[in-house]
């Protein structure tokens, strides 16, 4: 047998697989990535209007629905974020079944982690 490649010269030089995806994933995290700066920039001054109020004067600002918004926008985006990251290196350095389950549980973290954050500021917002 010979170790002829299939690849055309074209794919071999882009490093295509058969598969044809992958971009995909790395467009996800720029754009998680873009969409993160300017919502860490409104976490960060929504913390440090916080800073100067006492606990009932805070739980007031966080249930307004523009701050609420803005924190769960920042906090479901982090974490969408760190799951496509978290993916990325599992599938580059986990092999066999333990990539199936790895990649199960770095989902489930996410949308746990997610729903904890929802639950925490809608809790905050309405009582």
């Known amino acids: 047998m010979s170790n002829k490649s299939f690849r055309t010269p074209l794919g071999r030089v882009r490093s295509v697989g058969a598969g044809r995806h992958g971009t995909e994933g790395m467009l996800a995290i720029r754009l998680t990535a873009a969409a993160m700066m300017p919502l860490a920039i409104a976490f960060v001054i929504i913390i440090l209007t916080l800073l100067h109020k006492d606990y009932n004067g805070a739980r007031a600002e966080m249930g307004q629905p523009l701050?609420?918004?803005?924190?769960?926008?920042?906090?479901?985006t982090g974490l969408y974020h760190m799951s496509l990251g978290v993916r990325v290196i599992l599938v580059d350095y986990v092999h066999g079944q333990a990539r199936e389950w790895s990649l199960i549980?770095?989902?489930?973290?996410?949308v746990a982690l997610a729903a904890l954050a929802v639950y925490a500021v809608m809790r905050v917002g309405f009582t």
């Open 67 to 76: 701050v609420a918004v803005l924190v769960l926008l920042f906090v479901c």
């Open 105 to 110: 549980v770095n989902t489930c973290v996410a």
